[in-house]
């Protein structure tokens, strides 16, 4: 049993971290990327079990994603926080 636990932690810790693209991704604003192309918005929300562990888990989750569309600038439009907590943002490609 403790040995389960262990393993759904280290899970939990590793799935809510930001990849290495996701860490070269810019917080911006809208004119920062008024010439770049609009990708879409991500959004952390419905919160997987890492949410409650860390209050940066929630804005991972969205530059993680943002990184798999190929993002390079991201415009945090909402941030929750406490329990359960989530972000959404939208996300460019910018030259």
């Known amino acids: 049993m403790k040995k389960l636990l262990l393993i759904l932690c280290v899970i939990s810790l590793t799935a809510c971290a930001a990849s290495p ?9 809208e004119y920062d990327v008024k010439n ?9 929300w419905p919160p997987g079990f890492c949410i409650a ?4 888990n929630a804005k991972n989750l969205c530059l993680n994603a943002a990184a798999e569309m190929g993002a390079t600038h991201i415009i945090w439009t909402k941030i929750n926080s ?8 939208e996300v460019y490609r910018c030259k």
Not at 36 to 44: D, E, F, K, Q
């Open 53 to 56: 562990i860390s209050p940066n």
């Open 82 to 89: 406490g329990w359960g907590e989530s972000a959404s943002a």
């Open 36 to 44: 770049c192309a609009y990708l879409g918005t991500v959004r952390s």
């Open 21 to 29: 693209a996701a860490k070269k991704i810019k917080p911006a604003k």
